[in-house]
Structure formats: structure tokens, C-alpha cells
């Protein structure tokens, strides 16, 4: 069976010309289920030049590109998951704020029907008592994608589980890749301590469990920017 080169097959996706309507106008609102919207940006070139990120810089992280990214993922999901799997809950994203201009520090949720962050009531202690590895206690934010296991379960069975965790996964890298393709610097990780989110932040491992975390932030001085082409 010959190789598969992912790199080259990504690169040509994200390069693929915008879906033409039958009266030959091209955007990306008229793309029916199934088809990925264009990313905002230079994707290729932050996947070009996207290295493991442990420090991030110490200013505010802009609120409307994380709005942005957290839009995408939602607007890919609907597209490409949805259709395929009626049935299979969609992520939910958990935002936790540290730095983050225009967002109050604390624990949100991305709501897709306003593309708004609803505060929660949950008051979360410092991102440094939530994960394990420390590094990413610095960043700016912190998304955490939940799903609904006990639906997905239900509606799938055992192999609902391994269908929500592959969505979860969709969702967290569509958020690192929006974000990285307007500049931003991010790692995809397993996310917040269980049993931290459990008495903490609500998260029960059944009705919301915890798929994948992002920690997201702008480059740490010094760095390149992702999409610029400098370094790897």
C-alpha cells in the first residue's frame, strides 16, 4: 500500500479553490454539509512553521480572534460531523480565562447561538491546580471540549465513544488551527486534571465529559509567528 503524504494532502485541502454555486459566485456561506470552509489567514503557512508551544507572551490574548477560532470550529463541525453523524451530540467548548482582552477572568462557555462566552458558576482556582503540566498553566486561555458520553453511548453504543473523542479531537484542532493561521501560538493537550474539573468545574466524565484541551495564546517574544514562514 504506498504512503500517504498528510502533509502535501492538508496543504492542498486548506488550498482547494472556495465551493462555486450553480450561478458561478464562490463563497463559502453557499458550501452545503460536507464541504470545509476557507480559513481566515495564512493556514499553510502556520502548519508549516508550527513547533510544540510551552511559553506564550505576557500580554492579553485578543478575545475577538479566540471568538473567531472557537466560530470556525463550530460552523466545521456543523458541517462536516453533523450531517454524518445525526445523532452524535455536538463538542461543547469550556473556556478558561486567564488573560484574554474583552473577557472576564474565569470559566466560560462558547454559546454558538449568539457566538458569545456565557460566564459559568463556577468560580475555577488557578489554571496551575487544573493541569499537569505546568507550561500550560501560563498560557493565555485554556479551551476545554466536552461532550455529552452518556448520549453518544446511548445512541452508539460502545463505538459512541470512540466517535465523540474523534469529533472532540476535530473541534480542538479546527479552534489551534483558526488560531494559528491569524498568528496566534497553541498546543493541543489532554486537557485539565479529572479530578480537578470534577469538583471544580462540574465536569462529571459522563454527561460532560472531557474529549480534548487547547491551551492558545500569542508567540512568546522572540518567536516566530506562525504563518510567517521563520523557524520550525
Do not use: K
Amino acid at each position: 500500500m504506498p504512503l500517504i503524504d498528510l502533509n502535501r494532502l492538508t496543504e492542498d485541502l486548506l488550498l482547494s479553490a472556495p465551493y462555486e454555486r450553480h450561478d458561478g459566485s464562490r463563497t463559502d456561506d453557499a458550501a452545503p454539509p460536507g464541504v470545509p470552509l476557507a480559513l481566515p489567514g495564512d493556514p499553510v503557512g502556520a502548519l508549516r512553521s508550527r513547533t510544540a508551544v510551552r511559553r506564550w507572551g505576557r500580554g492579553p490574548f485578543d478575545g475577538d480572534r479566540l471568538l473567531r477560532a472557537l466560530r470556525y470550529a463550530v460552523e466545521q463541525d456543523g458541517r462536516m460531523w453533523a450531517p454524518a453523524f445525526p445523532e452524535l451530540p455536538s463538542p461543547v467548548a469550556a473556556v478558561l480565562a486567564q488573560r484574554v482582552r474583552g473577557v472576564p477572568a474565569g470559566h466560560h462557555h462558547y454559546d454558538p447561538s449568539t457566538g458569545t462566552l456565557a460566564p459559568q458558576p463556577y468560580d475555577p482556582p488557578p489554571l496551575r491546580d487544573l493541569v499537569l503540566q505546568l507550561e500550560f498553566a501560563e498560557a493565555p486561555v485554556v479551551v476545554v471540549v466536552l461532550g455529552d458520553l452518556a448520549e453518544a453511548v446511548d445512541r452508539y453504543g460502545a463505538h459512541g465513544h470512540r466517535l465523540l473523542l474523534s469529533r472532540g479531537a476535530a473541534f480542538a484542532h479546527a479552534v489551534w488551527l483558526a488560531g494559528l493561521s491569524e498568528g496566534a501560538a497553541g498546543t493541543v493537550f489532554a486537557g485539565i486534571l479529572s479530578s480537578a474539573g470534577r469538583t471544580e468545574l462540574g465536569i462529571d466524565g459522563y454527561r460532560r465529559a472531557q474529549l480534548l484541551g487547547l491551551a492558545l495564546g500569542d508567540p512568546e517574544a522572540g518567536r516566530p509567528t506562525p504563518g510567517t514562514g521563520e523557524g520550525r
